[in-house]
């Protein structure tokens, strides 16, 4: 059976005159390398299951408190700041430069307390910013350096402006820049709200370049959305980084801004908005939101119930198994159940 | 043993086109003799100067090898050459030689490329194959700008890679061959030009051109022999390149051409030769030389590849050059087959096709749903923009209209959703069977000792089929036996000599001879009959004593044996190594030789025999060689007291009807009832007759010999005439029983392949007694086995004998109660049948309707053992049983004869044995020992087969499931196939993220260990339930895979709904967790984790998380830094965690029970195996113990 066996069987002074082609012997080529075999026996199946629950309960009822401490108001007011006369056609109104567009309305009360810092983020549902025509339409090179200024290959139909020049930046995405503002007030006294920072670090300083600058933006015979001050860099426009980043699902938030100071509860907060942003044409929606943060992110209960749920189907399936060990069990490797001892016995056949 | 099995002669290859129409003259007053001086071993080449016996062949030329059937050599003269047919050869005139044809030069190019051609050619051939082509067609569909899912460069990324990978591999190969054929070409050789030899490279050899060989050389292209140092045009080749027979063959020149010496006298003449064929042992050309046409024969040509021996040199004209030559039009790759599981991977892979489409067909339909909803707004919506307004008129941008967005939609969502043909699978699978051979070929137990051969795998895409054998078809000589001959017994003159038989006196005294202080001994030694020795020596007067005498004359000279002295390590002893292209000859030769007639030299016209002690010559006046007609051979000898006899040996049916029986009936009653009992012990035997010839019969015989050989038209069958005319009323001198040793470990192998429920059928040429003998000893047959024998002569009888056995194995099987009792069971406690059928009868069945009962009878029957069938007969049963099962067909054997048989099946195996490299070249798999089939079977095969199918599946689910989960997500953009994942990504999910864990896992994860799978040789049946690869085990993965894209997919988009999540962010967090579930799935079905798993597990993860890191790293790409950022907040975490566990736990459950609840034999060895309650240690002793001696009385 080894190797080492059968030499000498020969002569072995004879067998090494000829050059002999005996594979060489290692553990690797006989394929024998040391190697764990586990099996899934119920002890094995019942501990891992055990695990997962007493593991994802916790972490479950974690994050559902944690959620729960989030405290968040939202107002959506896309029908709500339509004036009753263009409730009809309120692409037109929305589309027309002559409205108003100016909306003063009160928010819903705080439920309970907000600590700072408060987010302010705008929603938009369903809006295709994951659209493929939408996403592939824009430059990052054009965003990052001032030479890449004419790479606008992508960007169409928004790559130049009427002069021939081309548009910075570039593209449908920058082109439908979302331009709804917000005021808040709580009892006549304005609160901040700081637009600084409220992208990621990287994108302000690699991804959008402090040494380019708006050009020809929003010049076309069609308007997006915002339009940007061309003597502010890129880098520093945050309400562009934000939206350029593109979301990944037609219903999204984007950070708006940060309220700096707590908000009791019941404290009424009075918000005046420019509607701006034309999301009639598709029936999106629009609101506005205040929210407090935790570790898991938002107000998102949906993570602490599947956590709970994969826990409890752990343990429950975990019960299960126990109970069908102890009611029926079956001998591991117990060679009698092996089909051709069972045939020989007399049992079922098994061809 | 088919018929035209080398019993008595020739070999069948080199079969009856030896032809030697004329024959040189024996040179009467030639040289003294130089043979026995030391630097001319070779006694053959020993010229004499005695006297014939029989003065009037003096004048005459003297015959020699006078019957070498002349089939073709008749044939090629009947039909005049067509001159169209034919080449010119002008010797040694060049530029009348090639003026007219286009021949080859000798330089050879086995390379496919040149450095210009490499990249055009290469590319192309690798283009034939479909799955590049599909990856083409993706590409290039992926450059039309309207179609442009990804970008240009990712969209060639995983074509480029697999045609570099291929093409690199390609490059080295060629390298290698180029080097090669540079050595080859560069060698040198003696070629006569402007009157005299000049060292000449081999590639600027001519054809035409006279080229001398010295002893040693190789030889650079084909030549017709001119002469040689012989001065009767002998010159003596080693093969073993050409069809790896290690014998030395004889090649002659013609006797005009023999004197001529390009020195002196310029040779001009011209060849007539057919154009260049594959067929090496066919030639067929006319000389034209001096006026006279002289045929010229297969055995008046050197072929390139052969090397001369013995001869000290050899003159030849160039025929046949470079690529023309008989070995380069042969050199030819191994056979393609296609694995069964592959066939059988195809019918799913229409399933996914079918699925893409389907997948595809929503996508578009979707999208054009929505377009048609919204057409009205699409100039408005700020995310579809249709007008575009930069430049003066407004028109739309890419809006083809709303038919022409659907097509496009399709065509883009199948650019997106390529990777669910998983084309990959088959790059892996090419992989994985390289790596599944290598493990193979390094087995040391299929290493074979003896002949120092390793396991081969000739063919590479049928590994995983070695684990569904049903049926082992196998030669019986050389496959289950040894092919090495030994003479066991002898019945002379009506009495059985069988002393010798396995009681060998280890102090025998080994008959030698002394010549000149020079001990002679033959090289192998004979047990020998101490009685028979006794009698030989001293009773040589009485009648038995000279029947004794003749007898081991014949077999001394009735052959083709030519003694070759060797050295040994003994200056004073030499050995004679008789050669010969029997084995059956060899060992009558060495027989002889340990009885005291020792043949020590053969020249063209004599036989030398040492008669104890006393050297004798006997001129050869003639020689009927074996055909399988007559299945007998004879030699008409001259004896030196002056008396012409007629030995004749050949099988006993032939043997027994030219036999005079009035002479001696006892003696042939008693002889046949030795013949019987010795091939009921399983021996070969020959008959051996002889007959006293009266001047007057010889003179008859001569002259119609004579006529008979130089005859134009017909001359095989004349010569078989003259040769049946002879060999009549013989007197019966007795008969040689030969054994063929069963192969070590035979019997335990069959067992073994049995008891996997393989049915072993043995196809044989051999006689029904020696077959069903050597059935009892390989234990193919066991006593309680109820025989069928099935030998009839006529169709009726056939089918009458058919029908009764099927009958009869009706009652027998509703006796035992059981349908399925032949098959799985070892055979014990049940009557088993056993199917002895002959060829005679195969005639009548095969290609007729009786198939179908023959193939119902042999289904009931655990044995079928068919003897004295021809080569393609085999075939034509190997065709039988394919055409009417699914099930896999191997054949196993070592013989020419066995070539077509090998061919026919759906695996073939050849034993590198004795018997030449045919059935190595045609076979799939090479191997020393027969006993090896059944690691290759048992071990590997089971192991392939089950790494294969686990792969496939794991395969397709991969690739599906991240098929799935892009067109989850394209449901949530629009239907305008977005995808989250990066374009890199999605390239390289199926070249690095998920490849090398399954090629790993495929070549080297088992499920059993080789003790397991030895001694339980019943968990083949995995193979044969097709347990590893089904289409249920398809759906149920299907299902899983769905599951799990749903779980991958809608845990993330659930968490994150309506949240600030960003494309790319998403995007990383869906890469991650898919490449982490599949490979943990993988990791989850791994049975046997050694480091190098590991490795390739967690490594794959582990490289998965830096590509995507570095993706992320590139700010030009949209998704810059998220992979850090989202790394940075819990949700990420908590999604993975969530999504391995969510989307594993059902298969995890599913698993477990259907482990826990309905353990397949597979599962619980391994259970066994790890708890240690698996007897293992018993049946692998007695597997690998070494049975030397056969319990065969």
């Given at each position: 059976?080894?190797?080492?066996?059968?030499?000498?069987?020969?002569?072995?002074?004879?067998?090494?005159?000829?050059?002999?082609?005996?594979?060489?012997?290692?553990?690797?080529?006989?394929?024998?390398?040391?190697?764990?075999?586990?099996?899934?026996?119920?002890?094995?199946?019942?501990?891992?299951?055990?695990?997962?629950?007493?593991?994802?309960?916790?972490?479950?009822?974690?994050?559902?408190?944690?959620?729960?401490?989030?405290?968040?108001?939202?107002?959506?007011?896309?029908?709500?700041?339509?004036?009753?006369?263009?409730?009809?056609?309120?692409?037109?109104?929305?589309?027309?430069?002559?409205?108003?567009?100016?909306?003063?309305?009160?928010?819903?009360?705080?439920?309970?307390?907000?600590?700072?810092?408060?987010?302010?983020?705008?929603?938009?549902?369903?809006?295709?910013?994951?659209?493929?025509?939408?996403?592939?339409?824009?430059?990052?090179?054009?965003?990052?350096?001032?030479?890449?200024?004419?790479?606008?290959?992508?960007?169409?139909?928004?790559?130049?402006?009427?002069?021939?020049?081309?548009?910075?930046?570039?593209?449908?995405?920058?082109?439908?820049?979302?331009?709804?503002?917000?005021?808040?007030?709580?009892?006549?006294?304005?609160?901040?709200?700081?637009?600084?920072?409220?992208?990621?670090?990287?994108?302000?300083?690699?991804?959008?370049?402090?040494?380019?600058?708006?050009?020809?933006?929003?010049?076309?015979?069609?308007?997006?959305?915002?339009?940007?001050?061309?003597?502010?860099?890129?880098?520093?426009?945050?309400?562009?980084?934000?939206?350029?980043?593109?979301?990944?699902?037609?219903?999204?938030?984007?950070?708006?801004?940060?309220?700096?100071?707590?908000?009791?509860?019941?404290?009424?907060?009075?918000?005046?908005?420019?509607?701006?942003?034309?999301?009639?044409?598709?029936?999106?929606?629009?609101?506005?939101?205040?929210?407090?943060?935790?570790?898991?992110?938002?107000?998102?209960?949906?993570?602490?119930?599947?956590?709970?749920?994969?826990?409890?189907?752990?343990?429950?399936?975990?019960?299960?198994?126990?109970?069908?060990?102890?009611?029926?069990?079956?001998?591991?490797?117990?060679?009698?159940?092996?089909?051709?001892?069972?045939?020989?016995?007399?049992?079922?056949?098994?061809? | 043993?088919?018929?035209?099995?080398?019993?008595?002669?020739?070999?069948?290859?080199?079969?009856?086109?030896?032809?030697?129409?004329?024959?040189?003259?024996?040179?009467?007053?030639?040289?003294?003799?130089?043979?026995?001086?030391?630097?001319?071993?070779?006694?053959?080449?020993?010229?004499?100067?005695?006297?014939?016996?029989?003065?009037?062949?003096?004048?005459?030329?003297?015959?020699?090898?006078?019957?070498?059937?002349?089939?073709?050599?008749?044939?090629?003269?009947?039909?005049?050459?067509?001159?169209?047919?034919?080449?010119?050869?002008?010797?040694?005139?060049?530029?009348?030689?090639?003026?007219?044809?286009?021949?080859?030069?000798?330089?050879?190019?086995?390379?496919?490329?040149?450095?210009?051609?490499?990249?055009?050619?290469?590319?192309?051939?690798?283009?034939?194959?479909?799955?590049?082509?599909?990856?083409?067609?993706?590409?290039?569909?992926?450059?039309?700008?309207?179609?442009?899912?990804?970008?240009?460069?990712?969209?060639?990324?995983?074509?480029?890679?697999?045609?570099?990978?291929?093409?690199?591999?390609?490059?080295?190969?060629?390298?290698?061959?180029?080097?090669?054929?540079?050595?080859?070409?560069?060698?040198?050789?003696?070629?006569?030009?402007?009157?005299?030899?000049?060292?000449?490279?081999?590639?600027?050899?001519?054809?035409?051109?006279?080229?001398?060989?010295?002893?040693?050389?190789?030889?650079?292209?084909?030549?017709?022999?001119?002469?040689?140092?012989?001065?009767?045009?002998?010159?003596?080749?080693?093969?073993?390149?050409?069809?790896?027979?290690?014998?030395?063959?004889?090649?002659?020149?013609?006797?005009?051409?023999?004197?001529?010496?390009?020195?002196?006298?310029?040779?001009?003449?011209?060849?007539?030769?057919?154009?260049?064929?594959?067929?090496?042992?066919?030639?067929?050309?006319?000389?034209?030389?001096?006026?006279?046409?002289?045929?010229?024969?297969?055995?008046?040509?050197?072929?390139?590849?052969?090397?001369?021996?013995?001869?000290?040199?050899?003159?030849?004209?160039?025929?046949?050059?470079?690529?023309?030559?008989?070995?380069?039009?042969?050199?030819?790759?191994?056979?393609?087959?296609?694995?069964?599981?592959?066939?059988?991977?195809?019918?799913?892979?229409?399933?996914?096709?079918?699925?893409?489409?389907?997948?595809?067909?929503?996508?578009?339909?979707?999208?054009?749903?929505?377009?048609?909803?919204?057409?009205?707004?699409?100039?408005?919506?700020?995310?579809?923009?249709?007008?575009?307004?930069?430049?003066?008129?407004?028109?739309d941008y890419k809006y083809y209209g709303w038919a022409l967005e659907i097509v496009f939609t399709f065509l883009m969502s199948i650019i997106v959703f390529q990777i669910m043909i998983p084309i990959s699978l088959y790059i892996s699978m090419e992989l994985v069977r390289v790596g599944q051979a290598y493990f193979m070929i390094r087995d040391s137990q299929m290493y074979?000792?003896?002949?120092?051969?390793?396991?081969?795998?000739?063919?590479?895409?049928?590994?995983?089929?070695?684990?569904?054998?049903?049926?082992?078809?196998?030669?019986?000589?050389?496959?289950?036996?040894?092919?090495?001959?030994?003479?066991?017994?002898?019945?002379?003159?009506?009495?059985?000599?069988?002393?010798?038989?396995?009681?060998?006196?280890?102090?025998?005294?080994?008959?030698?001879?002394?010549?000149?202080?020079?001990?002679?001994?033959?090289?192998?030694?004979?047990?020998?009959?101490?009685?028979?020795?006794?009698?030989?020596?001293?009773?040589?007067?009485?009648?038995?004593?000279?029947?004794?005498?003749?007898?081991?004359?014949?077999?001394?000279?009735?052959?083709?044996?030519?003694?070759?002295?060797?050295?040994?390590?003994?200056?004073?002893?030499?050995?004679?190594?008789?050669?010969?292209?029997?084995?059956?000859?060899?060992?009558?030769?060495?027989?002889?030789?340990?009885?005291?007639?020792?043949?020590?030299?053969?020249?063209?016209?004599?036989?030398?025999?040492?008669?104890?002690?006393?050297?004798?010559?006997?001129?050869?006046?003639?020689?009927?060689?074996?055909?399988?007609?007559?299945?007998?051979?004879?030699?008409?000898?001259?004896?030196?007291?002056?008396?012409?006899?007629?030995?004749?040996?050949?099988?006993?049916?032939?043997?027994?009807?030219?036999?005079?029986?009035?002479?001696?009936?006892?003696?042939?009653?008693?002889?046949?009832?030795?013949?019987?009992?010795?091939?009921?012990?399983?021996?070969?035997?020959?008959?051996?007759?002889?007959?006293?010839?009266?001047?007057?019969?010889?003179?008859?015989?001569?002259?119609?010999?004579?006529?008979?050989?130089?005859?134009?038209?017909?001359?095989?069958?004349?010569?078989?005439?003259?040769?049946?005319?002879?060999?009549?009323?013989?007197?019966?001198?007795?008969?040689?029983?030969?054994?063929?040793?069963?192969?070590?470990?035979?019997?335990?192998?069959?067992?073994?392949?049995?008891?996997?429920?393989?049915?072993?059928?043995?196809?044989?040429?051999?006689?029904?007694?020696?077959?069903?003998?050597?059935?009892?000893?390989?234990?193919?047959?066991?006593?309680?086995?109820?025989?069928?024998?099935?030998?009839?002569?006529?169709?009726?009888?056939?089918?009458?004998?058919?029908?009764?056995?099927?009958?009869?194995?009706?009652?027998?099987?509703?006796?035992?109660?059981?349908?399925?009792?032949?098959?799985?069971?070892?055979?014990?406690?049940?009557?088993?049948?056993?199917?002895?059928?002959?060829?005679?009868?195969?005639?009548?069945?095969?290609?007729?309707?009786?198939?179908?009962?023959?193939?119902?009878?042999?289904?009931?029957?655990?044995?079928?053992?068919?003897?004295?069938?021809?080569?393609?007969?085999?075939?034509?049963?190997?065709?039988?049983?394919?055409?009417?099962?699914?099930?896999?067909?191997?054949?196993?054997?070592?013989?020419?004869?066995?070539?077509?048989?090998?061919?026919?099946?759906?695996?073939?195996?050849?034993?590198?044995?004795?018997?030449?490299?045919?059935?190595?070249?045609?076979?799939?798999?090479?191997?020393?020992?027969?006993?090896?089939?059944?690691?290759?079977?048992?071990?590997?095969?089971?192991?392939?087969?089950?790494?294969?199918?686990?792969?496939?599946?794991?395969?397709?689910?991969?690739?599906?499931?991240?098929?799935?989960?892009?067109?989850?997500?394209?449901?949530?953009?629009?239907?305008?196939?977005?995808?989250?994942?990066?374009?890199?990504?999605?390239?390289?999910?199926?070249?690095?993220?998920?490849?090398?864990?399954?090629?790993?896992?495929?070549?080297?994860?088992?499920?059993?260990?080789?003790?397991?799978?030895?001694?339980?040789?019943?968990?083949?049946?995995?193979?044969?339930?097709?347990?590893?690869?089904?289409?249920?085990?398809?759906?149920?993965?299907?299902?899983?895979?769905?599951?799990?894209?749903?779980?991958?997919?809608?845990?993330?988009?659930?968490?994150?709904?309506?949240?600030?999540?960003?494309t790319s962010s998403i995007g990383d967090l869906w890469t991650l967790s898919v490449v982490i579930l599949v490979n943990i799935h993988l990791a989850m079905d791994i049975i046997r984790w050694s480091w190098i798993t590991h490795a390739a597990i967690w490594g794959s993860i582990i490289a998965t998380w830096i590509c995507v890191i570095v993706i992320d790293a590139i700010?030009?790409?949209?998704?810059?830094?998220?992979?850090?950022?989202?790394?940075?907040?819990?949700?990420?975490?908590?999604?993975?965690?969530?999504?391995?566990?969510?989307?594993?736990?059902?298969?995890?459950?599913?698993?477990?029970?259907?482990?826990?609840?309905?353990?397949?034999?597979?599962?619980?060895?391994?259970?066994?195996?790890?708890?240690?309650?698996?007897?293992?240690?018993?049946?692998?002793?007695?597997?690998?113990?070494?049975?030397?001696?056969?319990?065969?009385?």
């Open positions: 059976m080894t190797p080492k066996g059968d030499k000498g069987k020969e002569g072995d002074s004879s067998f090494a005159k000829k050059k002999s082609r005996r594979p060489k012997y290692s553990r690797f080529s006989q394929q024998e390398l040391p190697a764990c075999k586990p099996i899934l026996s119920p002890g094995w199946v019942v501990s891992i299951f055990i695990t997962i629950g007493i593991v994802f309960i916790p972490i479950g009822f974690a994050a559902l408190f944690a959620s729960e401490r989030v405290v968040e108001l939202q107002f959506q007011y896309d029908q709500d700041c339509v004036p009753a006369k263009y409730k009809d056609n309120a692409v037109a109104y929305i589309q027309s430069n002559a409205t108003d567009k100016t909306c003063t309305r009160k928010m819903p009360a705080v439920t309970s307390k907000m600590k700072s810092p408060i987010y302010v983020y705008y929603q938009i549902d369903h809006y295709f910013q994951n659209h493929r025509r939408y996403v592939k339409s824009r430059s990052d090179d054009q965003l990052r350096s001032v030479a890449k200024e004419n790479s606008t290959s992508d960007c169409a139909p928004e790559r130049f402006a009427k002069n021939g020049q081309p548009i910075v930046p570039c593209g449908l995405v920058a082109w439908s820049l979302f331009n709804d503002t917000y005021k808040f007030s709580v009892k006549n006294k304005t609160i901040a709200v700081s637009k600084k920072d409220i992208t990621w670090k990287s994108d302000r300083e690699k991804k959008f370049s402090s040494s380019v600058y708006p050009k020809n933006f929003q010049s076309g015979g069609l308007i997006g959305g915002a339009k940007l001050n061309s003597s502010i860099p890129l880098s520093q426009q945050e309400d562009l980084i934000v939206w350029m980043r593109t979301a990944a699902m037609p219903s999204f938030r984007k950070l708006y801004g940060r309220i700096e100071v707590d908000l009791d509860a019941h404290d009424e907060i009075t918000i005046e908005l420019q509607n701006n942003y034309n999301t009639y044409s598709f029936k999106g929606s629009k609101s506005v939101i205040l929210s407090t943060a935790s570790w898991i992110g938002g107000k998102n209960d949906l993570m602490g119930i599947a956590y709970l749920t994969i826990g409890g189907m752990c343990l429950f399936l975990a019960i299960c198994f126990i109970l069908m060990y102890v009611l029926k069990p079956r001998p591991l490797g117990d060679t009698s159940y092996l089909s051709w001892n069972r045939n020989a016995s007399g049992g079922r056949l098994n061809f | 043993m088919t018929s035209n099995r080398p019993l008595l002669i020739p070999s069948p290859r080199t079969p009856s086109t030896h032809d030697l129409p004329t024959l040189p003259v024996f040179p009467d007053s030639a040289k003294p003799s130089s043979a026995m001086d030391s630097e001319n071993p070779q006694p053959t080449l020993n010229s004499s100067s005695s006297r014939r016996s029989i003065s009037s062949v003096q004048s005459k030329p003297s015959m020699r090898y006078g019957s070498r059937g002349a089939d073709s050599e008749g044939a090629a003269s009947q039909k005049e050459m067509n001159d169209e047919d034919v080449r010119i050869i002008h010797i040694n005139d060049l530029a009348h030689t090639n003026e007219r044809f286009e021949f080859s030069g000798n330089s050879i190019r086995t390379t496919k490329y040149s450095v210009i051609t490499f990249l055009p050619r290469n590319l192309f051939e690798q283009f034939h194959r479909v799955a590049y082509l599909y990856f083409l067609v993706i590409a290039v569909l992926n450059q039309l700008p309207q179609l442009a899912v990804f970008g240009r460069g990712v969209s060639i990324l995983p074509l480029a890679f697999v045609l570099l990978v291929t093409a690199v591999k390609d490059a080295y190969e060629d390298y290698r061959r180029h080097r090669s054929d540079r050595i080859e070409n560069n060698r040198l050789a003696s070629v006569f030009v402007n009157n005299q030899f000049q060292l000449k490279k081999w590639k600027d050899v001519q054809v035409g051109e006279i080229i001398k060989i010295e002893a040693n050389e190789g030889i650079p292209c084909d030549m017709v022999l001119l002469s040689t140092s012989d001065p009767t045009g002998v010159a003596y080749v080693q093969t073993i390149n050409l069809d790896g027979e290690s014998n030395l063959k004889t090649r002659y020149a013609k006797q005009e051409t023999l004197s001529k010496l390009p020195e002196k006298d310029r040779i001009t003449g011209m060849i007539k030769c057919e154009k260049p064929n594959r067929n090496i042992y066919g030639f067929q050309a006319f000389m034209e030389i001096d006026g006279k046409r002289l045929s010229l024969g297969p055995s008046n040509i050197v072929l390139r590849g052969c090397e001369l021996k013995n001869t000290h040199w050899a003159l030849g004209v160039a025929v046949y050059a470079g690529r023309e030559t008989k070995v380069m039009l042969n050199s030819s790759g191994a056979p393609s087959k296609r694995s069964r599981l592959e066939t059988r991977m195809n019918h799913e892979i229409i399933m996914l096709s079918l699925f893409l489409v389907v997948l595809c067909s929503v996508v578009s339909l979707c999208a054009a749903v929505w377009l048609r909803r919204e057409n009205d707004n699409l100039d408005d919506i700020l995310f579809y923009r249709k007008k575009d307004y930069s430049e003066g008129e407004v028109k074979d000792e003896a002949s120092n051969a390793r396991f081969q795998c000739r063919a590479l895409n049928i590994n995983e089929d070695l684990g569904q054998i049903k049926y082992v078809f196998s030669d019986k000589t050389g496959t289950l036996t040894e092919n090495k001959m030994e003479f066991q017994c002898a019945s002379i003159w009506g009495v059985d000599y069988n002393g010798g038989r396995g009681s060998l006196e280890k102090d025998q005294l080994v008959h030698n001879v002394q010549i000149d202080g020079i001990v002679l001994r033959p090289k192998m030694n004979v047990k020998a009959d101490p009685d028979l020795l006794r009698l030989l020596r001293s009773e040589k007067d009485t009648n038995e004593g000279k029947h004794v005498h003749e007898f081991f004359l014949a077999l001394a000279a009735c052959n083709t044996i030519v003694p070759l002295v060797t050295d040994s390590s003994d200056p004073n002893v030499r050995l004679i190594d008789y050669q010969g292209e029997s084995p059956d000859e060899q060992a009558l030769v060495y027989a002889a030789a340990a009885y005291g007639f020792m043949l020590i030299e053969r020249t063209s016209g004599h036989i030398t025999i040492d008669i104890q002690g006393e050297r004798q010559r006997f001129s050869v006046l003639g020689l009927h060689e074996f055909d399988s007609d007559r299945k007998r051979m004879s030699v008409i000898l001259g004896c030196p007291d002056k008396t012409v006899k007629v030995f004749v040996k050949g099988a006993d049916t032939t043997m027994f009807s030219v036999t005079d029986r009035r002479l001696n009936l006892n003696i042939i009653r008693a002889t046949e009832a030795h013949i019987h009992a010795y091939s009921s012990l399983g021996l070969r035997t020959l008959v051996v007759g002889m007959r006293e010839l009266t001047a007057s019969e010889f003179e008859q015989w001569h002259s119609s010999f004579e006529a008979a050989s130089t005859a134009l038209i017909g001359r095989a069958a004349l010569l078989r005439k003259v040769a049946g005319n002879i060999e009549n009323n013989l007197i019966i001198l007795g008969a040689s029983g030969i054994e063929d040793k069963l192969q070590l470990g035979v019997p335990e192998a069959i067992d073994s392949l049995r008891t996997a429920g393989v049915q072993v059928w043995v196809l044989t040429g051999d006689k029904q007694e020696t077959a069903i003998s050597i059935g009892y000893s390989s234990k193919l047959l066991t006593r309680r086995m109820t025989q069928i024998l099935i030998n009839s002569s006529s169709k009726e009888s056939c089918r009458r004998n058919l029908e009764d056995a099927i009958l009869m194995s009706k009652k027998l099987t509703t006796v035992s109660g059981n349908e399925h009792s032949t098959r799985g069971s070892s055979g014990d406690g049940i009557t088993s049948l056993a199917l002895i059928i002959d060829g005679t009868s195969l005639v009548y069945i095969l290609d007729s309707e009786l198939e179908e009962k023959l193939f119902e009878l042999a289904n009931r029957c655990s044995v079928v053992l068919c003897c004295r069938v021809a080569p393609l007969q085999k075939a034509g049963i190997v065709a039988l049983v394919k055409k009417r099962t699914a099930d896999m067909t191997l054949a196993i054997g070592d013989g020419a004869n066995d070539v077509s048989m090998i061919q026919m099946a759906d695996v073939g195996v050849g034993i590198s044995g004795q018997e030449g490299r045919q059935a190595v070249m045609a076979s799939d798999f090479a191997m020393g020992q027969f006993r090896f089939l059944v690691p290759l079977l048992l071990v590997h095969g089971h192991w392939n087969y089950q790494r294969m199918g686990y792969m496939i599946l794991y395969n397709f689910y991969r690739n599906a499931v991240f098929v799935l989960i892009l067109f989850w997500y394209v449901l949530f953009t629009c239907f305008t196939l977005t995808t989250a994942i990066t374009e890199w990504s999605s390239m390289l999910y199926s070249i690095i993220y998920t490849a090398l864990p399954t090629i790993v896992v495929g070549v080297l994860d088992k499920d059993l260990s080789r003790m397991t799978l030895l001694s339980y040789p019943q968990l083949y049946g995995a193979g044969h339930r097709q347990e590893c690869y089904n289409t249920k085990l398809f759906w149920v993965t299907m299902v899983d895979t769905l599951w799990q894209s749903v779980a991958v997919f809608f845990i993330p988009l659930l968490a994150y709904w309506g949240s600030t999540i960003d700010p030009s790409l949209v998704g810059y830094w998220a992979i850090f950022d989202v790394m940075k907040t819990g949700p990420f975490w908590l999604c993975l965690l969530a999504i391995i566990i969510a989307a594993l736990t059902p298969r995890f459950c599913v698993k477990f029970l259907c482990q826990y609840y309905s353990p397949s034999d597979v599962q619980i060895a391994r259970e066994a195996e790890k708890f240690g309650n698996l007897r293992v240690s018993s049946p692998v002793q007695i597997e690998m113990n070494p049975i030397m001696e056969l319990p065969r009385r």
